[in-house]
Nanobody
């Protein structure tokens, strides 16, 4: 069983930066691909970024490419999302996700995600 707890959300002005963290419990964190998703009010949850278990590969949604960076520290059981040049359209609840299959975390496989966090709210004011 893996529990995921996000932190780092908040209110920021457009053009600002935030770093989200996702702390995972359990000794098998290093086996899981990790990802970030977001859900804006009235919209479906969408893929943001993914990283393989050893961090050798990352993928991003086109809307955040260049501005966001995902990373992980397996020694700390933590995955991060550095968000720069934030826009009002980035306002959403951000969710951390974990799965043994990278394609699922990447958002391109129909398989259900193994684990989700409860989310952290990011609000970007104009």
């Amino acid at each position: 069983q893996v529990q995921l707890v996000e932190s780092g959300g908040g209110l920021v002005q457009a053009g600002g930066s935030l770093r989200l963290s996702c702390a995972a419990s359990g000794p098998t964190f290093g086996n899981y691909a990790m990802g970030w998703f977001r859900q804006a009010p009235g919209k479906e949850r969408q893929f943001v970024a993914a990283i393989t278990p050893r961090g050798s590969r990352t993928d991003y949604a086109d809307s955040v490419k260049v501005r966001f960076a995902i990373s992980r520290d397996n020694a700390k059981n933590t995955v991060y999302l550095q968000m720069n040049s934030l826009k009002p359209d980035d306002t959403a609840v951000y969710y951390c996700a974990a799965d043994l299959i990278y394609a699922v975390v990447r958002g391109i496989s129909p398989g259900g995600m193994d684990y989700w966090g409860k989310g952290t709210l990011v609000t970007v004011s104009s």
